[in-house]
């Protein structure tokens, strides 16, 4: 799971018949089960609001950093990334979060910003957390081939995506310790950490899940605050 090789693209001709074109999405498919990199590659769409003619497109998974941070989240439970802009950070930890709950049972991932509202955001603008992972979602491309149906596989709520028939759930909660304290989290992303006055309570209250076998990203860009210290290794929150 180390290797840094491009997945190809889930590519079915016109030229197959759709007995075939069937097959192939469904082996694709099984193939994004196991790698998330395949189903960043084959099975996941994204908003470009600054393209005026082709805004919906394909997950851009040959840029350099995108593998290995891919790889990094695989084999690491703790991950503090400094982004800039257009680097698709954000887009990506949503989508491996996405990706957790949509190919596995019994997780419960969390999406945390610094307002609920920030955490939602908008699926129809491709906005906050939470709405990039649902117009992902959406957009899954051959769902119904694939036998992904909204309703009976994924509901989606206006701070949730739940997954009934594998007991997962994606959730969109506000900055702050209380809800990650209440719940077994298996996986955390904070997105803009830098932004969130109670960081340092929420990654001390996520010590259990990163420990307990869980996952936990902070995404930031500024350089202050305990979303800093944590990249710095200067927060010693109970280790």
Same mark, same amino acid.
């Given at each position: 799971?180390?290797?840094?090789?491009?997945?190809?693209?889930?590519?079915l001709?016109?030229?197959?018949?759709?007995?075939?074109?069937q097959?192939?999405?469904?082996?694709?498919?099984e193939?994004?089960?196991?790698?998330?990199?395949?189903?960043?590659?084959?099975?996941?769409?994204?908003?470009?609001?600054?393209?005026?003619?082709?805004?919906?497109?394909?997950?851009?998974?040959?840029?350099?950093h995108?593998?290995?941070l891919?790889?990094?989240?695989?084999?690491n439970?703790?991950?503090?990334?400094?982004?800039?802009?257009q680097?698709?950070?954000?887009?990506?930890f949503?989508?491996?979060a996405?990706?957790? &709950?949509?190919?596995?049972? !019994?997780?419960? =991932?969390? %999406?945390q910003?610094?307002r609920?509202d920030? +955490?939602?955001?908008?699926?129809?603008?491709?906005?906050?957390?939470?709405?990039?992972?649902?117009?992902?979602?959406?957009?899954?491309?051959?769902?119904?081939?694939?036998?992904?149906?909204?309703?009976?596989d994924?509901?989606?709520?206006?701070?949730?995506?739940?997954?009934?028939?594998?007991?997962?759930?994606?959730?969109?909660?506000?900055?702050g310790?209380?809800?990650?304290?209440?719940?077994?989290?298996?996986?955390?992303l904070?997105?803009?950490?830098?932004?969130?006055?109670?960081?340092?309570?929420?990654?001390?209250?996520?010590?259990? &899940?990163?420990?307990?076998? !869980?996952?936990? =990203?902070? %995404?930031?860009?500024?350089?202050?605050?305990? +979303?800093?210290?944590?990249?710095?290794?200067?927060?010693?929150?109970?280790?």
């Open positions: 799971m180390t290797s840094c090789l491009l997945p190809r693209p889930c590519q001709t016109s030229q197959l018949t759709p007995r075939t074109r097959l192939r999405l469904r082996a694709r498919w193939q994004a089960r196991r790698d998330p990199a395949v189903f960043l590659a084959g099975f996941v769409f994204t908003l470009d609001q600054h393209d005026r003619d082709h805004p919906i497109k394909q997950f851009p998974i040959a840029r350099p995108i593998i290995p891919v790889r990094l989240w695989q084999g439970p703790l991950l503090s990334v400094r982004k800039s802009r680097m698709l950070c954000t887009w990506l949503c989508l491996l996405l990706w957790d &709950c949509l190919f596995h049972d !019994g997780r419960l =991932v969390m %999406l910003s610094k609920a920030d +955490a939602i955001g908008d699926e129809v603008a491709g906005d906050g957390p939470l709405g990039r992972a649902k117009f992902a979602l959406n957009n899954i491309p051959g769902k119904a081939s694939l036998g992904l149906v909204e309703g009976r994924y509901i989606k709520l206006h701070n949730q995506v739940r997954f009934p028939t594998r007991s997962s759930t994606l959730w969109a909660i506000p900055q310790a209380n809800i990650i304290r209440q719940r077994t989290a298996s996986g955390i904070s997105d803009e950490s830098h932004f969130q006055d109670e960081f340092a309570d929420a990654y001390t209250a996520a010590l259990p &899940c990163i420990r307990g076998g !869980g996952w936990f =990203v902070s %995404l930031s860009t500024a350089h202050v605050g305990a +979303a800093n210290d944590l990249h710095e290794d200067n927060l010693h929150a109970d280790r």
